[in-house]
């Protein structure tokens, strides 16, 4: 799952994970991505979503333009891939 972190990214998390597991699927995880550079409380939100969905494969911080952006996300997806493998 990747979570938009800005306002509402709480319910529309929960919201997500639920029609996920409704579904029958298993949830894996989730990414964080920064996408709104003004939001408040960026911490607090990703600190919530690990206590209830578990470490983030990976949070992404807003204005990532170095190339880093896509190491941290080629990191993420191969931890996420693995953990897949899993279930």
Do not use: K, Y
């Amino acid at each position: 799952l990747v979570v938009g972190l800005r306002l509402g990214c709480l319910n529309h998390a929960q919201l997500t994970r639920a029609a996920i597991l409704a579904d029958g699927l298993s949830f894996a995880g989730w990414i964080g991505n920064q996408v709104d550079p003004g939001m408040a409380r960026v911490a607090e939100n990703v600190a919530w979503l690990t206590q209830a969905f578990g470490e983030p494969f990976a949070v992404l911080p807003w204005g990532t333009s170095d190339g880093r952006a896509a190491e941290v996300f080629r990191d993420a997806f191969a931890t996420a891939s693995r953990r897949l493998v899993q279930l």
